[in-house]
């Protein structure tokens, strides 16, 4: 079972990679493709990172519990992400979630993923803080899937509905790495680098799907924070 979730968790956090980096690679030295940058780089730290990274790692050491459910979480963003905005089906966003309950069902300590020892305090705070806006950014790009024409490009690559799930994976992906299990400040490290990728790129990107300047700074704030937060728990620890 342990090598099954290993071999499993690994192809799949290899390939979320590689559905995400080349893309956004291809956006910056084509320039057809420049309208998709900042898209393109959004997956890259909110796919690639935040779920892609976190299957190496459980694939490298299955009994890391933060970032196996630091992935969950992105499954749970893109499924409600996917609904709100029509395309659940054909934006493909039930994959994520279907393959990660195959996870769930061959992690070696299965019996261990509710077995928590608390909740730290401090990220889950920031997880509340994002939640707000999260949410009120995710309508809204819902809405732009739901109601775009189909010559939008944006639309046609499902691309607002993809913001949407990225936006939500921030605030749950922090609940999932507050959780007091073996790998949280691995854990808590991808979700702010992810919410400092966003934030930074949102400043530099001025594409559709941008955060608003305020809000991104606001996001890069966030994600330092929590990655300093954890630098400074483990000192103190």
């Known amino acids: 079972m342990r090598r099954a979730f290993r071999i499993v968790a690994g192809i799949l956090g290899v390939a979320t990679i590689g559905l995400t980096l080349p893309f956004a690679i291809t956006s910056f030295t084509d320039d057809a493709e420049s309208i998709h940058r900042l898209h ?8 690639g990172l935040l779920l892609g990274g976190s299957l190496l790692i459980c694939a490298r050491r299955p009994e890391s519990i933060g970032p196996f459910w630091v992935a969950v979480a992105t499954g749970v963003a893109s499924t409600i992400a996917g609904l709100i905005s029509g395309d659940f089906i054909s934006g493909l966003w039930f994959i994520a979630p279907t393959l990660l309950m195959i996870l769930v069902a061959l992690h070696p300590a299965r019996s261990s993923l509710l077995h928590i020892d608390g909740i730290e305090v401090a990220t889950a705070f920031l997880g ?37 799930s990225y936006a939500l994976s921030l605030p749950l992906a922090a609940f ?13 490290w991808i ?8 934030g930074l790129g949102s400043l530099l990107l001025r594409y559709p799907g941008a955060f608003g300047t305020a809000w991104a700074w606001l996001t890069l704030a966030w994600g330092v924070a929590l990655v300093a937060g ?5 000192e103190a620890a």
């Open 40 to 47: 393109f780089l959004a997956g890259v730290f909110a796919s």
């Open 128 to 164: 509340l803080v994002a939640l707000v806006p999260a949410v009120a950014f995710a309508l809204t790009q819902a809405e732009l899937q739901r109601n775009g024409f189909v010559s939008d490009p944006h639309v046609e690559f499902h691309h607002y509905s993809g913001m949407a």
């Open 176 to 188: 999932a790495a507050a959780l007091l299990v073996p790998g949280r400040r691995i854990a808590v």
């Open 191 to 198: 979700v702010g680098l992810t919410g400092a990728g966003l």
């Open 230 to 234: 954890a630098q400074l728990h483990r």
